[in-house]
């Protein structure tokens, strides 16, 4: 059979074997200005180091722009350039159609460079979700956009996104005196989006960097794999969430073990649930009740027993009536959806 | 000294939008950002045959919106590709975000537009109002008037907006239809004589792990002003190098452009046109035949707007007695309450110590051809008003008063 796609040699990017292993280079270091406990400041760390000093990252507006390369102390050591809110997706195409093409004319050294492009749940799964699409059917270009969700536009005081959770106290979806819960749409499926609706995408994953092996080496494989691939990370976030910072860490934990956030990675078209998720999944470990994660958290302090229920239910149903568990949002029957009136 | 080379070069029979897509294959572009609409979508198409001929060794990038376009030209041009982008109307004015940061961060994009009317109501006629929205984002823009005028304006585009000292995006303009869809005769060059005109393109900081930079920072309000300072400062000194491009480019290719004005039969006029784009062809035409009337009308066509040539049109249209801007645009609620090109015609002049009567023709819009008559119409309405010694109003919808 001919060849259609012509995907340039990627660079070689085994998997850490363990903490200790790692680099102790970075390439994304100090002089950003983010809160305290942030976990994206976190992932866009790791991100760097599981890329190495070969790459260019490229990051459209939201907090990883705003607080992280304040002009004069850019926390960047790698190449790096600011795109628009939406741009993530057509920004990080156009570097990598212009890396294949200036390396094919002789006009740059021909070799594999990473082009990594970052983005919030605002400007990814908002207004940037049409490019990113779009960059995910472009085949032979290489490039690893990462969506970096925590759950607002944290950047901007807190205001909900397409990926924020149902219910959640939000500054456009504050609790008032008539209705309590102002947010009533669910969190947008992103990577599951991404997985099923972009069939030459190679490699779709979700992370959470409290469990910082498993999200590094994810991040190194969307990059050898070639091709656009896609990764969604949630990061707690302790101003948006309104918990003390100490908890990132664990906030991470809840959100995989109580399995509002399922860990999983579909490469090259073949679905694998990873980490923690993977055993409970198994039914080697239990799923925490989300009571225990919501209630650490002040954005859902307003919710009564009936909204945890609630909750509860559409994770229970996650695991339970999809078809994919955790995964596509597919059943098997249909099935009458009932939120608590608020 | 550059020599002209006779070589290669050929004359073919094509439109403007053709004529654009021959330019970005003779200035061997790296990567093509396309997304259709009427009419500059022929110039995509014209690119698409190319690349896929092998006459032209580019990415051509099919992208899922004007806004995903200009992203895709940002960051390759941020690589160190030359970068070729395009769109009309409503087009123009989705992607409008991009203009400010691909300028900002000095990338030399270039952007054909074919002009179109922004809806209401859906309208595939001409009219520049979408470009022109643009014009103080800091791209350079001027307009063709022929498709042989677009093709040479895009080759000395790029040379301008490359320059080291320039570092700025273009916006190379052709009137739809009138333009991009009238074929005419078009000299191709030989490729050696654009090789001289147009030195390869070399960003001085590139993305390349090698050199690592930060492009576009966040920045501390006290910033902003000395970067803004410097941005409008390339806009400001680029007139030499604009002057230098057309010069070399007449010496190679042995076509001479005025950089800023054409002016047409203006010895001894006392009132004239002002205008850009393709409605000069039939100006030119009406202009004639008044003139062997013994009328004293002449044409002032703007070839380039962005970087403004205050001084020029300053010096220019102080000689006349009324000048009649023909705007093709709209600029709703605006000092005339009528065109953008108004006020611009009125700023240059206000220093002057001659100052003529101005007055602005709401012509050409929706992409109605403006007809002979109507030329005359306009000029008896010039007459009147340098009779009279001061205008009647400012802005006459032509068409719509007797």
New interface residues.
């Given amino acids: 059979m001919a060849t259609y796609i012509q995907i340039d040699p990627t660079q070689k990017l085994d998997p850490f074997k363990s903490v200790k292993k790692l680099p102790l280079e970075e390439y994304f270091t100090s002089g950003h200005r983010t809160c305290q406990g942030c976990e994206s400041a976190l992932v866009m760390k790791m991100m760097a180091k599981a890329a190495g000093?070969?790459?260019?990252i490229?990051g459209s507006t939201g907090c990883m722009?705003?607080?992280n390369?304040?002009?004069?102390s850019?926390s960047?050591?790698?190449?790096?350039?600011?795109?628009?809110l939406?741009?993530s997706?057509?920004?990080?195409?156009?570097?990598s159609?212009?890396?294949?093409?200036?390396m094919?004319?002789g006009?740059?050294k021909n070799e594999p460079?990473n082009v990594i492009a970052f983005c919030g749940d605002g400007g990814g799964a908002d207004m940037g979700v049409?490019?990113i699409?779009?960059t995910l059917t472009?085949a032979e270009y290489n490039s690893l956009i990462l969506m970096y969700d925590n759950e607002s536009y944290a950047n901007t005081d807190i205001q909900l996104s397409g990926s924020t959770p149902w219910g959640a106290n939000t500054t456009f979806s504050s609790p008032g005196k008539v209705k309590r819960i102002m947010h009533r749409r669910w969190k947008k499926n992103m990577a599951g989006m991404m997985a099923a609706g972009h069939p030459e995408c190679k490699y779709v994953a979700t992370i959470c960097m409290s469990y910082g092996l498993h999200g590094m080496n994810s991040i190194r494989k969307a990059l050898a794999i070639g091709g656009p691939t896609f990764i969604h990370s949630l990061d707690p976030c302790p101003k948006g969430w309104d918990y003390d910072p100490y908890l990132s860490h664990e906030m991470g934990e809840l959100a995989v073990n109580s399995g509002v956030w399922p860990l999983y990675e579909v490469e090259n078209g073949l679905l694998r649930l990873t980490g923690r998720t993977e055993q409970i999944a198994a039914g080697k470990i239990r799923r925490v009740p989300v009571r225990d994660y919501l209630l650490k958290q002040g954005r859902f302090a307003h919710f009564t027993n009936d909204d945890i229920d609630y909750f509860q239910s559409k994770i229970d149903d996650m695991w339970e009536k999809w078809l994919i568990p955790g995964v596509i949002p597919f059943r098997r029957d249909v099935e009458a959806d009932t939120p608590p009136s608020s | 000294m550059p020599t002209a080379i006779a070589g290669k070069k050929k004359t073919v029979r094509i439109n403007g939008c053709v004529a654009s897509a021959q330019a970005a294959k003779y200035a061997d572009v790296?990567?093509i950002?396309a997304y259709p609409i009427r009419p500059y979508t022929a110039t995509m198409m014209a690119l698409a045959q190319m690349v896929a001929n092998g006459e032209l060794?580019?990415?051509y990038?099919v992208?899922?919106?004007e806004?995903?376009?200009l992203?895709?030209?940002?960051?390759?041009?941020?690589?160190?590709?030359r970068?070729f982008t395009g769109s009309s109307g409503v087009g123009v004015q989705f992607a409008y975000?991009?203009y400010s940061?691909i300028s900002g961060?000095r990338m030399p994009v270039q952007m054909m537009i074919a002009d179109r009317t922004l809806d209401p109501p859906g309208d595939f006629g001409s009219e520049h109002t979408d470009a022109l929205s643009t014009r103080d984002m800091g791209w350079l823009m001027g307009w063709a008037c022929d498709a042989q005028e677009a093709f040479d304006n895009h080759l000395i585009a790029y040379r301008i907006g490359e320059d080291p000292r320039v570092l700025l995006p273009q916006m190379v303009c052709q009137d739809g239809f009138f333009v991009s869809h009238i074929t005419s005769d078009v000299e191709l060059p030989d490729p050696g004589q654009v090789k001289e005109f147009l030195p390869?393109y070399k960003h001085p900081y590139p993305?390349?792990?090698r050199?690592?930079?930060?492009?576009?920072?966040?920045?501390?309000p006290e910033?902003g002003p000395p970067l803004q300072l410097e941005r409008a400062r390339a806009m400001e000194e680029c007139t030499p190098v604009i002057e230098q491009a057309h010069e070399e480019f007449a010496q190679i290719f042995g076509r001479r452009y005025d950089p800023w004005v054409e002016e047409y039969m203006t010895d001894g006029a006392d009132v004239v046109f002002f205008l850009q784009g393709g409605h000069a062809v039939t100006a030119r035409f009406a202009i004639q035949h008044l003139r062997e009337k013994g009328i004293k009308v002449g044409m002032v066509r703007l070839r380039t707007i962005r970087p403004y040539p205050t001084d020029r049109v300053n010096e220019v249209l102080s000689k006349f007695k009324v000048v009649g801007v023909i705007e093709t645009n709209m600029a709703l609620g605006s000092v005339s309450s009528g065109g953008a090109l108004y006020a611009e015609v009125c700023g240059a002049l206000y220093e002057s110590p001659h100052r003529p009567l101005v007055m602005s023709f709401m012509a050409g819009m929706g992409g109605e051809a403006i007809v002979l008559k109507e030329f005359y119409w306009m000029t008896q309405k010039m007459i009147d008003a340098q009779k009279r010694g001061k205008i009647e109003k400012r802005t006459h919808w032509v068409g719509f008063e007797d």
């Fill in positions: 000093p070969r790459s260019i490229l722009y705003v607080a390369t304040t002009y004069y850019t960047w050591v790698v190449p790096w350039m600011h795109t628009q939406g741009s997706g057509s920004a990080a195409l156009g570097t159609a212009a890396l294949k093409v200036l094919r004319k006009k740059i460079i049409g490019a699409s779009a472009h | 790296d990567v950002a060794d580019a990415e990038i992208a899922d919106s806004h995903s376009q992203s895709i030209s940002h960051g390759a041009s941020s690589c160190g590709a970068v975000e991009l940061p961060s390869p993305l390349d792990p050199r690592p930079v930060s492009h576009g920072p966040q920045i501390m910033q």
